[in-house]
């Protein structure tokens, strides 16, 4: 593949890594703020002869990215987050484009082996109401959201799993948590890549499933084998579509 870099920090750096040790060629990479960038923004220039862009530029740049490839009908991996209201909006402009797109807020494959624990945990806690469930994530101090699109992700699975737990509450809490809130708590400080957590707890015993992240390489791993998949595809897809046929 013939790919273009979207925003070249340290996700950018760890993608271009993985793209040469696969044999893949880079075209270019774009930042607005790193000088060892190629190009500050997208342009046709930047994009020529490219046959994919990975993104994992600033939110704030995200939806005039998002025209950008489908005006080009350049197919692209998204990792970065914060567009979410928007989802309609972007699968129109790339289905009406002809062009493919393939998103999520982590593109880790033991990350989504980690979602899969989750989801059978909170199944097998639903009929036990003894058991609560709550959510802990920790981050570096440089992470800008909070809390992570992945800890989000994770607490929807297990409200999907669990009926008694209905509202996903991300607050600080000043009071007693209400019986059908998930609470999900984030601490940033040092430099972890990130740690995700979902602790199971009742009177008699505690069950904790964790994904701790080693470095930023295995999030750059799975968006390169998105985009590997991605690209003889037309179409809107989220990187649950892509787990699903790689663990088949």
Same mark, same amino acid.
């Given at each position: 593949?013939?790919?273009?870099?979207? =925003?070249?920090?340290?996700?950018? +750096?760890?993608?271009?890594?993985?793209?040469?040790?696969?044999?893949?060629?880079?075209?270019?990479?774009?930042?607005?703020?790193?000088?060892?960038?190629?190009?500050?923004?997208?342009?046709?220039?930047?994009?020529?002869?490219? !046959?994919?862009?990975?993104?994992?530029?600033?939110? &704030?740049?995200?939806?005039?990215?998002?025209?950008?490839?489908?005006?080009?009908?350049?197919?692209?991996?998204?990792?970065?987050?914060?567009?979410?209201?928007?989802?309609?909006?972007?699968?129109?402009?790339?289905?009406?484009?002809?062009?493919?797109?393939?998103? =999520?807020?982590?593109?880790?494959?033991?990350?989504?082996?980690?979602?899969?624990?989750?989801?059978?945990?909170?199944?097998?806690?639903?009929?036990?109401?003894?058991?609560?469930?709550?959510?802990?994530?920790?981050?570096?101090?440089?992470?800008?959201?909070?809390?992570?699109? &992945?800890?989000?992700?994770?607490?929807?699975?297990?409200?999907?799993?669990?009926?008694?737990?209905?509202?996903?509450?991300? @607050?600080?809490? !000043?009071?007693?948590?209400?019986?059908?809130?998930?609470?999900?708590?984030?601490?940033?400080? =040092?430099?972890?890549?990130?740690? +995700?957590?979902?602790?199971?707890?009742?009177?008699? !015993?505690?069950?904790?499933? &964790?994904?701790?992240?080693?470095?930023?390489?295995?999030?750059?791993?799975?968006?390169?084998?998105?985009?590997?998949?991605?690209?003889?595809?037309?179409?809107?897809?989220?990187?649950?579509?892509?787990? @699903?046929?790689?663990?088949?």
């Amino acid at each position: 593949m013939n790919v273009v870099i979207v =925003g070249y920090g340290q996700m950018g +750096h760890e993608i271009e890594k993985i793209l040469i040790d696969r044999g893949h060629k880079i075209i270019s990479r774009i930042d607005l703020h790193k000088e060892s960038a190629d190009y500050s923004e997208l342009c046709p220039e930047a994009i020529e002869g490219s !046959d994919l862009a990975i993104d994992f530029s600033l939110p &704030t740049k995200v939806m005039a990215n998002i025209k950008f490839y489908g005006e080009h009908r350049l197919p692209v991996v998204m990792g970065t987050t914060g567009w979410l209201d928007h989802l309609e909006e972007v699968k129109e402009l790339i289905e009406s484009s002809g062009s493919s797109y393939i998103y =999520g807020s982590n593109f880790s494959i033991g990350a989504h082996l980690f979602f899969k624990m989750v989801e059978k945990t909170a199944a097998l806690i639903n009929p036990v109401p003894e058991y609560d469930v709550m959510v802990t994530e920790y981050h570096h101090k440089f992470k800008k959201d909070s809390p992570s699109g &992945t800890a989000l992700t994770t607490a929807q699975k297990i409200i999907d799993n669990v009926d008694r737990k209905t509202i996903i509450q991300p @607050e600080k809490l !000043d009071r007693q948590i209400e019986p059908q809130e998930l609470h999900v708590a984030s601490i940033r400080g =040092g430099n972890i890549p990130g740690t +995700h957590k979902v602790t199971v707890d009742s009177l008699f !015993d505690t069950i904790e499933v &964790t994904h701790t992240a080693r470095s930023r390489g295995g999030f750059a791993l799975g968006a390169v084998l998105a985009g590997e998949w991605l690209i003889n595809k037309k179409g809107f897809y989220s990187v649950e579509d892509f787990i @699903e046929q790689f663990f088949d």
